[in-house]
């Protein structure tokens, strides 16, 4: 026989071969019929781990031709490979996303969303003009979306009326990260200006990246004032990240003005809540400041302790 009996009674296939002869001897129809009730069946039985089969979900609602089901579980994958920073796969798997989104004449919010997370996992890889690129078309996406609640199948990172200012304020970073400050700071201006009244995490967030490209520019006392406006923001708000990155952010003013000490209170803060956070990129940042503040303190122990924490967080980024 070709088959074998498995222990839930179920049949499969004895050799893969007689699998493939048997595939190619179906019609289109029913190769989509197939993959889409073999799909359904995995959802229901996965349930509570469809994050753990969600390429296997992907490979057959993309052979059924279920464009918003590949969207969807194209984007879980690309997050699933992005939380272990195996960004060149994550991108692929968005990039699948997109395509279906292409056949399936899908709508600018979803759109968006795809490529905002294309756009973080090149910055990741530290390739900041296609980062940026990628995020501008996240916002041009949005913009031109039409109604968001129509169709949409993402959610985004933050409330939709945020949105606006958080893609400003994407791009403004890697245009901070590749050196050019003032595009940076119109960028910030721009977000700023769409910032809703009650912005939240993405208010402190536009503040504290003011204050790291004023740094950048040897503005330190005006930095140091938006970096205060920055971690007032994520106390009120009591957003663990954004009062993270502000610490972060502030000391980098302080240790420019030879504040050394002001510098360690903030960012022992900081690296105590990213690592209650497990957030590994700012790990990095956060120990190699704190390491470079007691390099110059002459503290030589503490500062290769810290040094040698940021490179394993480095590491894992890749």
Known sequence: SGFIRGTDGEQAFRHGLAQEVVYDTLTFTDRRAMHHELARHIE???????????????????????????VVYA????????RVYANREAIDFYTR????????????ADRSILLERIGTCLETQGRHSAATEALQDALA???????????????????????????????AVTYERGSAYDEALSWLDRALAALPVRAGRVG??????????????????????????????????????AI???????????????SLRAAVRHLTEAVRLYDELEDVPGQA????????????????DAALRHYELAGAADERVG
């Open 97 to 108: 996303g997109l395509e279906a989104l292409d056949r399936a004449g899908g709508g600018g």
């Open 141 to 171: 996406r949005w913009r031109d979306r039409g109604r968001r609640k129509r169709g949409a199948l993402l959610d985004g990172p933050v409330p939709d009326g945020a949105r606006e200012a958080h893609l400003c304020r994407r791009i």
């Open 75 to 82: 984007a879980m994958s690309g997050d699933r490979a992005a």
């Open 44 to 70: 229901e039985e996965d349930q509570g781990r469809l994050g753990a089969v969600a390429g296997l979900l992907l490979h057959h609602y993309d052979r059924a031709g279920d464009a918003p089901k590949t």
């Open 285 to 300: 940042a956060a120990n190699n400041n704190l390491g470079m503040c007691y390099h110059l303190m002459g503290e030589l």
């Open 204 to 241: 402190s967030e536009v503040h504290a990246s003011k204050s790291m490209t004023l740094y950048r520019k040897g503005e330190y006392r005006e930095a140091i004032a938006w970096g205060r406006r920055a971690l007032s923001v994520a106390k009120r708000v009591g957003d663990a990240r």
């Open 244 to 258: 993270a990155y502000a610490h972060n952010m502030l000391a980098n003013s302080h240790i420019a003005e030879g």
